[in-house]
């Protein structure tokens, strides 16, 4: 009998040996980034624990039908097990199975209310299934449970900033600042607020700090410039609308505003000068609207006229060979001057031709035989 419960023990520890040492080399091999023999070693130990590590695993190899089974396996034999419904609710949300979401985290809310991240998540799953009023009732009870909550906070804030009511906007981003007074994204946030509601004293010096932050972008110098030409500081929104024009020469509304600076603080020759770039930088261009003109023009078979905006459409850009083609078919049909149709069929050739083997081919035949009809006429 002695030996029996002995032997019984025995093969229990050795079990429960193996178990431990497949564990062990499971998570050896989770931890180092080989996912696929951790999803074995796991499966060979069999506990509520390695299933978790199983879902985890197709997870990090982004397998996510897998990993979605893999919980809702785990969910299905211990309703209990609380991480593996929170990181399925999370999965649930990233593979935009938004109501699958929204009642697991229901479910949790409800179990553990005081839980700021099941709120939250609730609330991101309303705000995907486009629910504000339910998603913003979320956001509130997570900032309820935790006043430091920075994601819900950021939400609130958001949204409050999007809508234009500065005063709730405001209370959250207050909230949010007093916790971490150097989060870019609540400043950026605070300082929209103040500009949307042309309080453009209170957000300049938010705007100038995220740029001593380093968040040196174009749209923050965009409101800092316009801030300093409300605010009557006429030299640095000049200096910042010209950093703008070195970010990018072709931004026509920072060359515009820099003119209206300019007009404002009587400077008018060079108030001229920024507009008239402004004009000029925007190289709006009608090429395909004069050309569909003159396509339109040549079917009706007004070839004047068409000829007309096919020359429009080459003024706007030089670079098309094809309506500088349409041009010496337009002329070659409208004129009797063979001079004049041979030498733009030859220009076509000098622009064109080394790159246009099939159109210069055409033009070449129609060179030979306007100069073999230039011949005869002559003699």
């Known amino acids: 009998m002695n030996r029996l419960i002995y032997f019984l023990l025995l093969t229990v520890f050795i079990k429960a040996e193996a178990q431990s040492s497949a564990l062990n080399i499971a998570d050896s091999l989770y931890a180092t980034g080989n996912f696929n023999k951790a999803i074995n070693y796991y499966a060979k130990e069999g506990s509520e624990t390695a299933g978790l590590q199983i879902a985890r695993a197709y997870r990090s190899i982004g397998n996510n039908g897998k990993a979605i089974l893999q919980y809702e396996n785990l969910i299905a034999n211990a309703p209990e097990f609380i991480i593996a419904s929170f990181e399925l609710g999370k999965l649930y949300l990233k593979t935009k199975r938004f109501d699958e979401g929204r009642k697991l985290f229901t479910t949790l809310v409800g179990v553990s209310p005081e839980n700021p991240e099941y709120a939250y998540y609730l609330a991101e799953c309303f705000r995907a299934l486009e629910q504000p ?3 913003l009732a979320f956001y509130k009870k997570a900032v309820v449970a935790d006043s430091t909550h920075l994601k819900s906070l950021f939400q609130l804030s958001k949204y409050f900033v999007l809508k234009g009511e500065t005063n709730q906007a405001l209370e959250y981003l ?3 600042l007093d916790y971490y007074p150097d989060d870019v994204a609540f400043i950026n946030l605070k300082a929209l607020a103040f500009f949307n509601n042309d309080d453009y004293e209170k957000a300049l010096p938010l705007f100038e700090r995220l740029i001593e932050m380093g968040e040196k972008k174009e749209f923050v110098y965009t409101k800092l410039a316009f801030c300093y030409f409300k605010t009557w500081e006429f ?3 000049k200096s910042t609308y010209k950093k703008l024009i070195e970010i990018d020469d072709g931004n026509y509304n920072a060359y515009f505003n820099l003119g209206q600076v300019f007009l404002k603080d009587r400077q008018l020759d060079s108030a001229k000068y920024y507009v008239r770039k402004s004009i000029a930088v925007q190289a709006v261009t009608f090429e395909k609207e004069y050309a569909s003109l003159a396509h339109i023009y040549r079917s009706e078979n007004d070839l004047t006229t068409a000829l ?7 003024e706007e850009d030089p670079l098309n060979y094809m309506n500088y083609y349409q041009i010496c078919t337009m002329i070659d ?16 050739i000098k622009k064109f031709g080394k790159n246009k083997p099939y159109m210069s081919e055409r033009s070449l035949k129609r060179i030979r035989e306007l100069k073999e009809a230039l011949h005869f006429s002559e003699n």
């Open 308 to 314: 007309k905006y096919y020359k429009r459409a080459y």
């Open 133 to 135: 009023a339910s998603s």
């Open 333 to 348: 049909q409208t004129s009797n001057d063979k001079k004049l149709k041979l030498s733009y069929y030859q220009n076509f």
């Open 235 to 237: 030299e640095k929104a």
């Open 174 to 176: 207050t909230m949010g």
